[in-house]
């Protein structure tokens, strides 16, 4: 069974920091792309960052520079590093695994707010 548990959400002030994970079971870790998305209250779910399984990394336009993904494949968990955060980073957080099927978790939710 292929489990994919997000964690590191909450409330943070506009410029803060949050370090997400993502803690994967059930599936060969080291051979699948992980990604973070994140999903907007009235919209629609949006791609944050890509790590393939080879370290190639892809970060949408609206966070190059603030974010930072990584992987750590001894421990089946990929990382997102947020800092300068936004109010419109605020949603909920998922984590997601792609080779040949796809997989996510329930998700995480990020708050930016004064």
């Known amino acids: 069974q292929v489990q994919l548990v997000e964690s590191g959400g909450g409330l943070v002030q506009p410029g803060g920091s949050l370090r997400l994970s993502c803690a994967a079971s059930?599936?060969?870790?080291?051979?699948?792309?992980m990604g973070w998305y994140r999903q907007a209250p009235g919209k629609q779910r949006e791609l944050v960052a890509i790590?393939?399984?080879?370290?190639?990394?892809n970060y949408a336009d609206s966070v190059k520079g603030r974010f930072s993904i990584s992987r750590d494949n001894a421990k089946n968990t990929v990382y997102l590093q947020m800092n300068s955060l936004k109010p419109e980073d605020t949603g909920v957080y998922h984590c997601?695994?792609?080779?040949?099927?796809?997989?996510w978790g329930q998700g995480t939710q990020v708050t930016v707010s004064s």
């Open positions: 997601n695994a792609h080779y040949f099927s796809k997989f």
């Open positions: 059930g599936i060969t870790f080291s051979r699948y792309a």
């Open positions: 790590i393939t399984s080879t370290g190639s990394i």
